[in-house]
């Protein structure tokens, strides 16, 4: 057995009604219908070709664990955000790449990722 990639995230989230509004609204993440009956109040979304999945619930504690996010151009994903009223903190570099975080209703951070581009230059 040989991991191939990630398949999906999940979440612990205080409301779900309010994550749902959060992720699909604000995000833009799209719900998924296939989800089984568990037993447990959730909801599947996809992220792209990934999945992230909500568990409604006590969140835990927050120590430094977060998602990442890949986008294109991170000032024009703030900036959307912004305008949807979601803070998002100011980016800062990693490399050649460039990171800013923001938070979910439950607080979760989630970090908005944009890679140095191909040439070795920087995409800001």
Do not use: C, K
């Not at 205080?14 to 998924?32: E, I, S, T, W």
């Not at 938070?103 to 970090?111: K, L, M, V």
């Amino acid at each position: 057995m040989g991991p191939l990639e990630i398949h999906h995230v999940s979440l612990m989230v205080a409301d779900l009604d309010d994550a749902l509004d959060f992720y699909v609204n604000g995000l833009g993440l799209r719900p998924r219908i296939d989800r089984p009956d568990s037993g447990v109040r959730g909801a599947w979304l996809d992220l792209g070709d990934r999945q992230l999945h909500l568990i409604e619930g006590d969140p835990p504690p927050a120590a430094g664990q977060h998602f990442a996010l890949r986008v294109s151009d991170l000032d024009a994903a703030r900036n959307l955000l912004r305008d949807r009223g979601i803070a998002v903190g100011e980016p800062t570099r990693v490399g050649r790449a460039r990171q800013a975080f923001l938070r979910d209703p439950s607080g979760n951070a989630i970090e908005l990722h944009e890679p140095a581009t191909h040439d070795g230059g920087s995409n800001r």
